[in-house]
């Protein structure tokens, strides 16, 4: 194992994700840079973040993934680049592998904007497959161009799916208390997990020899739970039980194309997730993954039912 730590990268660091790479990344001794968009810095919440950035040690660099003399100029100031932009940006991260081809530089690794599902093996339907599919043809490109690469699956983020016990159709920033949706017949096993345990992860795979052109699977026994588990759990907290709508998979396919963006993926990532069991009905074999909580026994990640216990 290496011992010194790798400078790092992270590009896409104001947006749900990144804010919690960046963070992670600077506390567990990393030297970090962060790209951030001029537009970001007049951004009253973003400016705030980066100036948290700044605060624990983050040096930011002015650019944008569509400027290349920019991208060119951060890869330069380190060994791993680590992308967690989102949807509207996949594909534009093309530009961050030919500035890592073209710089001339050793980049020890490159992380492309993950943090989800496995996109090589997923069941998803409708806007799901199709922001899939932009993954995975940049994970075709990052091997065709031979960069060095971990592909991080984080599977669920708690704050999106657990906290709102996957009722994407409110605006819940807490479990419901009285009512609850249930997407096929709830058995369907998800993984969920916590941003900052990903974040963790996510920093001790970076060095390690063992996930390089890997794909490490965020799977800890304790948060692979289906929906009725789920459910049942926030029942004996709060001592009350729940009424029930279930969803049938033919209603929610139904509903998908006549839902408004974003909606419309939402309901399909819980159709993929939910339903069809798209983190859970594979088997990881060691010739394409690992599982990092097996990798990183010291790691102390929350699990479900721990999340689940700040909000009684």
């Known amino acids: 194992m290496t011992t010194e730590k790798s400078k790092i990268l992270v590009i896409g660091g104001t947006g749900y994700i990144g804010k919690f790479i960046v963070e992670g990344s600077a506390k567990s001794g990393h030297q970090t840079f962060a790209l951030v968009r001029e537009t970001s810095l007049s951004d009253p919440a973003k400016g705030k973040m980066v100036q948290n950035f700044k605060d ?4 930011i660099l002015n650019g944008d993934l569509t400027d290349k003399e920019s991208l060119a100029k951060a890869i330069q100031h380190v060994d791993v680049v680590i992308s967690t932009v989102g949807l509207s940006q996949l594909m534009n991260q093309l530009n961050i592998i030919s500035a890592i081809k073209e710089s001339g530089k050793h980049i020890k690794r490159f992380l492309p904007s993950e943090f989800g599902n496995d996109v090589d093996r997923t069941l998803a339907t409708g806007p799901a497959k199709s922001e899939f599919a932009m993954k995975a043809e940049v994970r075709r490109a990052v091997e065709a161009e031979g960069v060095p690469y971990t592909y991080v699956i984080n599977n669920c983020f708690d704050g999106y799916f657990l906290a709102t016990l996957a009722q994407c159709e409110t605006r819940l920033t807490s479990p419901p208390r009285d009512k609850v949706t249930i997407y096929g017949d709830g058995n369907a096993k998800a993984i969920l997990n916590k941003e900052e345990d990903i974040a963790a992860y996510t920093m001790r795979a970076a060095d390690d020899p063992r996930t390089l052109n890997k794909t490490v699977y965020i ?3 304790k948060n692979i ?3 009725n ?3 049942a759990l926030w029942e004996s907290k709060i001592g009350k039980t729940l009424e029930k709508t279930f969803v049938s998979e ?4 139904k509903k998908i194309p006549q839902s408004p963006h974003p909606l419309d993926l939402l309901l399909a990532l819980n159709h993929a997730i939910f339903v069809k069991g798209d983190q859970t009905w594979f088997t990881i074999e060691p010739s394409f993954g690992v599982e990092a909580s097996q990798l990183y026994p010291d790691v102390k990640y929350t699990s479900v039912d721990e999340y689940l216990s700040q909000f009684v």
């Open 250 to 253: 033919e209603e929610l396919l």
């Open 229 to 231: 588990d789920v459910i």
């Open 56 to 59: 624990l040690g983050v040096t």
């Open 225 to 227: 739970v289906s929906q």
């Open 219 to 221: 799977n800890p026994p």
